[in-house]
């Protein structure tokens, strides 16, 4: 099992930048594809981006492209999402979830990831 605890959110006007992290316990860290996910008032959990266990492969949602950037550091067991350019609609809680498989079909879905944090509110002032 993994423990994950996100950090980093908070009150950022639009256009401004905020990097989210996700610290894991366990010593399996690298045996994970990391994702990150988010959730807006009233809306369904959605896909934000995710990277492969080493880090070479990374993929995003069209909406964040281009903005927001994923990377990890598996020696220090954490994950970050860098988010630049960020508008309104980015506010929403942002959770990390790992999972063990990269598979295409299913990489962006919620059931590709077994373990989630708790979640950090990031909100956007317009």
């Known amino acids: 099992q993994v423990q994950l605890v996100e950090s980093g959110g908070g009150l950022v006007q639009a256009g401004g930048s905020l990097r989210l992290s996700c610290a894991a316990s366990?010593?399996?860290?690298?045996?994970?594809?990391m994702g990150w996910f988010r959730q807006a008032p009233g809306k369904e959990r959605e896909f934000v981006g995710t990277?492969?266990?080493?880090?070479?492969?990374?993929d995003y949602a069209d909406s964040v492209k281009g903005r927001f950037t994923i990377s990890r550091d598996n020696a220090k067991n954490t994950v970050y999402l860098q988010m630049n350019s960020l508008k309104p609609e980015d506010t929403a809680v942002y959770y990390c979830?790992?999972?063990?498989?990269?598979?295409?079909?299913?990489?962006?879905?919620?059931?590709?990831?077994?373990?989630w944090g708790q979640g950090t509110q990031v909100t956007v002032s317009s």
């Open positions: 979830a790992a999972g063990l498989i990269w598979e295409i079909a299913i990489i962006r879905t919620r059931r590709s990831y077994n373990y």
């Open positions: 366990g010593r399996t860290f690298s045996s994970y594809v």
């Open positions: 990277i492969s266990w080493s880090g070479g492969r990374t």
